[in-house]
């Protein structure tokens, strides 16, 4: 998928969620230009075939075919000879790296424009360029792929990432490719208690366009999570959803609490598509799901965020922390003591058999007992306790086998 020169809207995206789809069955959603999405507008559709600016001595300067990154994302259409004064006004560098090419976009400016490191521009000399981007922006789509795994209920939990970004490896190819990889995990699965719903599409509009598309899917949505920018070495990052109190917001905050550096930060109304999902007016339980957040790591959309940033070990450390927190809330119930009357007799019934005093799996059978009064769930029993969660989970399935525990409806 690298190489495709993705963007908001076009056949790099078309293709990318194709390539998805070998993985996971995907549904594939055109929105057609000039449709009012809440109160948005989906744009004329971008597709470029090629871009390159030639010298006054005919070499050539720069090419798309060399690195995608080098026309502006969403270009218009140019077949021009300008001077080497006019050609700087629609070059953009690096802001700090010579070296590197930065990745711009201009979706909803109408503007023509190339990238290149400040290093090859300023080596350019005085004459006339002949610049060309064959792109058009004509009337057309935005697209996104959803899957649909279906579980016992109809409750949902989604899980979004985007795919506008052209050559970036980390920013953000590694969500893309996590989620396929998340969704043919679920698939495998025999049995899920929610309806998973993962989506792939580009930023903000996509995911404007599929708010628009499915107000009563909104409703049922009870948990979220926006994955992006998962594959480099920073630590794991979770930033809290609006609303900040919600179980996934909670099964998030416990997985990495066991995550050597790992963050948990509260909600900002910056970042990816959580914007557009915990805005006021839908206000959903939907975090955001990352390593280092996109725009605080040295790469970030330049060409320094290729394929030997992202390493394998990264991106499966992401895939188990989000298989984990998907397991939290698969597995997360809440129970009342059916022997609440001081503590019932555990080595009677043969659950001390074998355990030191004070071993982890003892102290989970006296935590769930001493909490579970029907309010306080599992995963609440977890963290007061400071217990993982999944041998709080195995407490109250052992105390249940023996009756002394049920699940409250
Ligand atoms: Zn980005």
Not at 124 to 141: I, K
Not at 233 to 249: M, V, W
Not at 362 to 382: F, K, N, P, Q, R
Request: glycine share 8%.
């Amino acid at each position: 998928m690298f190489p495709l020169c993705r963007s908001i809207t076009g056949d790099g995206i078309r293709e990318t969620l194709r390539l998805v789809a070998r993985d996971v069955p995907l549904e594939i959603v055109e929105t057609p230009t000039g449709t009012e999405v809440l109160d948005w507008v989906v744009p004329n559709e971008w597709n470029v075939r090629g871009a390159w600016i030639d010298g006054p001595d005919g070499t050539r300067v720069v090419d798309f075919k060399d690195s995608n990154l080098h026309v502006l994302n969403y270009s218009a259409p140019i077949d021009a000879t300008v001077s080497l004064d006019e050609l700087r006004e629609h070059v953009f560098t690096h802001h700090s790296d010579p070296d590197l090419v930065p990745y711009r976009t201009s979706y909803y400016v109408e503007r023509w424009g190339f990238c290149m490191s400040r290093r090859r521009l300023d080596a350019l000399a005085p004459g006339d360029y002949r610049v060309v981007v064959d792109s058009t922006l004509e009337p057309g789509a935005v697209t996104y792929g959803e899957a649909v795994l279906h579980g016992a209920t109809d409750d949902e939990v989604l899980l979004t990432t985007y795919a506008c970004h052209p050559s970036l490896a980390n920013d953000n190819l590694s969500g893309v490719a996590l989620l396929a990889e998340v969704g043919r995990a679920l698939a495998r699965q025999p049995a899920l208690r929610y309806t998973y719903r993962l989506l792939w599409g580009p930023g903000t509009i996509g995911s404007i366009c599929w708010l628009a598309n499915n107000r009563e899917v909104v409703e049922r949505v009870r948990h979220g999570l926006v994955v992006s920018s998962v594959g480099d070495p920073g630590p794991l990052t979770y930033k809290k959803s609006r609303r900040g109190n919600t179980e996934i917001d909670a099964a998030a905050a416990h997985v990495l609490r066991s995550e050597p550096g790992s963050r948990v930060l509260d909600w900002s109304p910056y970042g990816g598509d959580e914007r557009q999902f915990c805005s006021p007016g839908f206000d959903l339980p939907v975090g955001a799901f990352s390593r280092t957040p996109a725009d605080q790591f040295p790469e970030y959309h330049s060409s320094a965020d290729d394929l030997d940033f992202v390493r394998p070990e990264h991106l499966g450390g992401s895939f188990e922390a989000l298989i984990d927190v998907i397991d939290v809330i698969e597995s997360n119930d809440t129970y009342t003591n059916l022997s609440p009357f001081g503590e019932p007799q555990l080595g009677r019934r043969g659950l001390y058999r074998g355990l030191g005093g004070g071993s982890s799996e003892e102290m989970a059978l006296l935590w769930v007992l001493s909490l579970s009064d029907g309010t306080s769930s599992l995963l609440e029993i977890a963290e007061r306790s400071g217990l993982r969660f999944a041998d709080v989970r195995l407490a109250a399935d052992r105390l249940a086998a023996h009756d002394l525990l049920e699940r409250t409806p």
